[in-house]
């Protein structure tokens, strides 16, 4: 875990002055069946995309709100880096992609009956997005429509 002090100046100075939401009480749905029935998808904010998909805009003023839809039978190897943030180092997530997105760790609790199944698909945002109101008035409803469309029964948020 890396120090606040560790930071550029830069980033330090917009931080200390960045307007944080809180949200109390967080929102909390129990899973509606046991884990090892339940059909599971991950949601990562690495900003990954696969072969053939256009990559986030990181010049889009308070950050690119949007998703990508990551197809669980895609390569994990196969999967483009496309963050924004110059905050962390992105080396590791790059040489093993399920860092962010664990999606041949989902498919093993599945072969090991953990979990009922892996979805179909699998989403990815931009991380750093720090104009969220677009994001949470139209991007996150939209894909927890696909979520539930998809009779998800437990999405694993992987925060980058």
Known sequence: MGDFSEFPLKYRI???????RRISPVPFTAPRVPLRESRLALVS???????GQEPFDPERRGGDVSFREIPDATPVASL??????????HTAMRRDPN?????DRARELAARGEIGSVNARHLSFMGSI???????????????????????????????
């Open 45 to 51: 904010s690495a900003g990954f995309t696969a072969p």
């Open 99 to 103: 860092l962010a997105l664990p999606i």
């Open 14 to 20: 917009f931080l200390r002055g960045y307007p944080w």
């Open 130 to 160: 720090t104009a969220p109101g677009r994001l949470v008035k139209h991007s996150a409803p939209a894909a927890a429509e696909i979520l539930s469309g998809d009779e998800v029964d437990v999405a694993l948020l992987i925060p980058v």
């Open 80 to 89: 483009a880096d496309s963050h924004r943030s110059e905050v962390f180092d």
